[in-house]
């Protein structure tokens, strides 16, 4: 584990046992004095930080400083040093009785007169240059003594100074764990232990990981699940660079992301969410709360990292509605997104453990975890044994392994429980991965939440039953299995289309049906030859222009496009326009990699492929090299213009990548490189209207109402001269929002009252969209007008959120040319996969697919949040010349976006 050295910003409850006997003189008292005033210097003790208890002992036992007075509102922590000197003033001399020195901890400091904090680790540290007093009638036993304590939760430190301390006796006190003893050869020497001490003391983990809670909130466990929560915090060193991420979704009827992984990295505000949470709901479903893990916290808007472990804690008290095909699937799609998923079974009805066994990763003795009330009274203790476990795991995810296929040498092996088990690690660039055969350590592969749309085109020219080309053709389908599994697939990160050919071309999958691994690899699957000898590649290739890389193809306006050629020999037939074929691909930003099934390269795909190192035998041994350039290549960069981020003093690059960064953030250049939220500034004034479709549910409609709020998030409505107008229809339409409402003074102030105005507009129950005319019309007519507080000398710009499927198509694209004679420019969205793309593209002529935007349902929407923000700036009516650059100008920055 990495854990934290000096300045440890983790609340514990740190407990001293201080040796006073005679064996220690007025000179080695101070030394000790200075050593707990500097262990105690490397936490932060406050109300709500560390708090101390001391207590001195010789012939007796003397409480010097108590937990409880730190809850004392007049307690003066600037005197805390004075306080703890005057209270160990001098050696009092006498016999050593640690025996009574840790019942005294047991009775007044650990116990419930004092008010300890069950949920902060407890830590009691043994001072001592002797050994236990037992002459006479004392007949001490030590290991009962700290069993009481260990019971509490407390955890037993002994530092021994000098020779005349016993080796057995100090282990005893520790509860024979030798990693808690401390030795110092003399007093001079205790300086030297206060790093080691302070480190085992606060034991955070500061690996780079994302962590999710999924908590229910309908049933009276709320509070013992928060009481695990809040000390499990404790346990994580939480930092936006080289620490842990932590998100938070609340389940009931459906799940709720209440904190995305990149949004908060302070403790005490998360902790402070955490504790605002109250029971809500009446029954927990618990597959829909899992699909939101998926699609809304794991993923780009969700603050998700590619290049770190991923984990999501699910909480169970056995009472949550529990579909197995519907929990299934969702696991499925987790697991496939390289999420490790911990069940959580609260309380002691069986139920929760027999739920949580159902979706935990295995092996169970790994990830199933138990919260009843002992665990929840100790919760410091059981969390830390939790935070233990997701610290031994290695960032990576496990390379595909096909379920169906036998073990070698039909043989199981078992070789690891996690990446660095104590017992049986893996090697440093191996992680333990689990397959039908059992445990083994393998090497990792990097993975990618960044949307990217990636097109297989597989040859299946051959007859059934020909074993040489069967075999050509399994290779192929086993390794783009293999090739896609790098890749988070949903709708929002990637997303992968199927092109199968020989002597002609078919969509198998297009980009818009169901994206899932699970999906995509069924569909594989299904793929066998042809029974057709030919194959015109370069047929396939136009093909796949046309009906993939398309608004036809459902191809979005975010993320690379890749497309991967899978072919098993060269062409039948001589293609003369293959180098046009693929130059019209190249133009339009499509990357072309290629891999051969045959014994050798062959030379035609050198035409095809965007670079030599993008070419592969599937018969080569670095096969797995190729799958982790082609993913880290592939997943490189994010959408979005960077401001000059905050650096710390020292100039140190906190990133090298977009790759690296959280969420939707960019590595940005400044005096140093940084992950930072783009934003854009646009340089002119502008009107942006919002013509929204309003007939949908509720929750919709909240959807594209938050939408809207993020591209005036985006666009920093707030602080720049961007006026905002909004009309919905559904058989008919309204002016929701005039342009003057955005005339308010103070930035958070317009923001704010924007927000409000939108969060009023209802959804319409009337499921009509004929409305989608009159409000073309009202927009021209009404809403851009100097009354309505319109700016005609502007950029002008319509956003048209839409079904995608409009009544009386001749008579809308009439609305839009008129409408389009006033303003700059018309930016259709469509928010399902039924959409009329014709009629959406003569809607946003004169550039028809370049402002058209598809989306597959109504929580895809965000992902547009910041392309959309750069469109509306970049292609305003002023804005026209393809080689000058925008400046987007800010009072923090400036920045350049090169068309």
């Known amino acids: 584990m990495c854990f934290s050295l000096l300045e440890c910003d983790t609340p514990v409850e740190l407990g001293f046992l201080v040796d006073r006997s005679g064996s220690i003189n007025k000179q080695d008292f101070e030394k000790v004095k200075s050593f707990v005033l500097t262990v105690i210097g490397g936490f932060d003790v406050s109300k709500k930080g560390t708090h101390i208890g001391i207590i001195s002992y010789s012939s007796d036992a003397k409480t010097i400083i108590s937990f409880n007075q730190f809850d004392d509102p007049n307690f003066d922590y600037g005197k805390l040093n004075d306080t703890i000197r005057d209270g160990l003033a001098s050696p009092e001399g006498g016999t050593t009785r640690i025996d009574l020195a840790l019942e005294k901890a047991d009775q007044e400091l650990f116990s419930d007169i004092t008010k300890y904090r069950s949920f902060v680790p407890k830590i009691l540290l043994i001072l001592t240059d002797g050994q236990q007093t037992r002459e006479g009638d004392i007949d001490a036993d030590l290991s009962a003594a700290t069993r009481k304590l260990s019971r509490k939760g407390v955890e037993v430190f002994v530092l021994g100074v000098g020779d005349s301390v016993i080796i057995p006796e100090l282990l005893e006190i520790a509860a024979d764990k030798d990693e808690n003893v401390y030795l110092a050869d003399n007093f001079d020497e205790l300086e030297t232990v206060v790093e080691g001490l302070v480190s085992s003391f606060c034991k955070v983990c500061k690996r780079n990981v994302d ?492 959807e594209v109402k938050s939408f809207m709020k993020d591209v005036m998030d985006a666009l920093e409505v707030g602080r720049t001269n961007t006026y905002i107008g909004v009309i919905t229809f559904n058989k008919n339409a309204k002016i929701d929002l005039e342009f003057s409402s955005s005339v308010v003074s103070g930035a958070e102030r317009k923001t704010q009252v924007l927000f409000d105005a939108i969060d009023k507009i209802s959804a319409s129950r009337d499921r009509s969209t004929t409305g989608a005319i009159e409000a073309f019309e009202l927009a021209r007519n009404r809403l851009f007008t100097t009354d309505a507080g319109s700016h005609p000398n502007e950029i002008r710009n319509v956003v048209f959120i839409s079904n995608g499927k409009l009544d009386q198509p001749e008579e809308m694209t009439g609305a839009a040319r008129n409408l389009r004679a006033d303003i700059s420019n018309i930016f259709p969205i469509s928010l399902t996969n039924d959409i009329d793309v014709n009629t959406l593209e003569k809607i946003a002529v004169p550039d028809g697919e370049k402002n058209v935007y598809l989306t597959t349902s109504y929580s895809s929407l965000d992902q547009y949040r910041n392309k959309i923000a750069v469109d509306l700036c970049k292609r305003g009516g002023n804005l026209n010349s393809e080689d000058d650059p925008v400046v987007l100008v800010s009072k923090y920055a400036s920045y350049v976006l090169f068309q």
């Open 211 to 702: 962590i999710a809670f999924l908590i229910p909130t309908v049933s009276n466990t709320l509070q013992d699940v928060k009481v695990i929560v809040n000390a499990m915090l404790l346990t994580f060193g939480i930092k936006k660079y080289g620490g842990v991420h932590v998100g938070v979704i609340t389940c009931a009827e459906q799940g709720d992301v209440i904190l995305k992984l990149n949004e908060n990295y302070i403790r005490a505000e998360i902790q402070d969410i955490l504790e605002s949470l109250q029971i809500k709901g009446s029954q927990v479903v618990l597959d829909k709360c899992l699909r939101e893990a998926s699609s809304d916290m794991f993923d780009v808007k969700g603050g998700v990292r590619n290049s770190v472990d991923k984990y999501l804690i699910v909480f169970d008290d056995g009472s949550s509605l529990f579909v197995q095909p519907a929990v299934n699937n969702a696991i499925s799609t987790l697991r496939s997104q390289g999420i490790t998923v911990m069940g959580m079974a609260m309380g002691s009805n069986p139920a929760a453990e027999t739920k949580m066994r159902t979706i935990s990763h295995v092996p169970e003795s790994v990830w199933l975890k138990s919260a009843r009330q002992r665990e929840v009274q100790n919760a410091a203790f059981f969390a830390r044994s939790v935070s233990e476990v997701l610290c031994k795991e290695k960032p990576g995810k496990c390379p595909y392994t096909d379920e169906s296929e036998p073990c070698e040498g039909d043989a199981s092996y078992d070789e690891c429980d996690l990446d660095s088990d104590r017992a049986r690690p893996c090697l440093d660039d191996m992680i333990c991965c689990e397959n039908p055969c059992g445990r083994r350590c393998v090497s990792l592969m990097p993975d990618c939440f960044s949307p990217v749309e990636i097109a297989l085109l597989v040859d299946l020219s051959g007859t059934q039953g020909d074993k040489y080309k069967e075999d050509i053709l399994e290779n192929l389908k086993r390794f783009s299995k293999e090739l896609v599994h790098g890749f988070s697939i949903t709708e929002t990160t990637a997303r992968v289309a199927i092109v199968t050919y020989s002597d002609e071309a078919k969509v198998n999958k297009d980009l818009g049906s169901g994206q899932s691994f699970r999906m995509v690899a069924n569909n594989i699957d299904g793929i066998k030859l042809s029974n057709k000898p030919n194959r015109n590649l370069e047929e396939a290739l136009r093909f796949t222009n046309e009906n993939i890389f398309s608004l036809k193809g459902g191809l979005r306006k975010i993320g690379r496009r890749v497309l991967v050629v899978l072919s098993s020999g060269e062409p039948t037939n001589r293609e003369t326009s293959l180098s046009s074929v693929t130059r019209s691909l190249t133009d339009q930003g499509v990357e072309i990699w290629a891999i051969h099934g045959g014994a050798d390269t062959s030379s035609y795909l050198t035409e095809v492929v965007s670079q030599s190192s993008y070419l592969l035998s599937s018969l080569d041994e670095d096969l797995e090299d190729f799958q982790k350039n082609f993913v880290m290549s592939v997943c490189s960069s994010k959408e979005g213009i960077c401001r000059t981020p905050v650096c710390p003093p020292d100039g140190t690059d906190q990133c090298r990548q977009d790759y690296l960064c959280p969420g939707q953030e960019k590595c940005c250049p400044g005096t140093c490189r940084s992950c930072v939220e783009t934003k854009t500034d646009c340089r002119y004034p502008m009107d942006l209207a919002f013509i929204v479709q309003n007939s949908m549910s509720e929750s919709d409609f909240n």
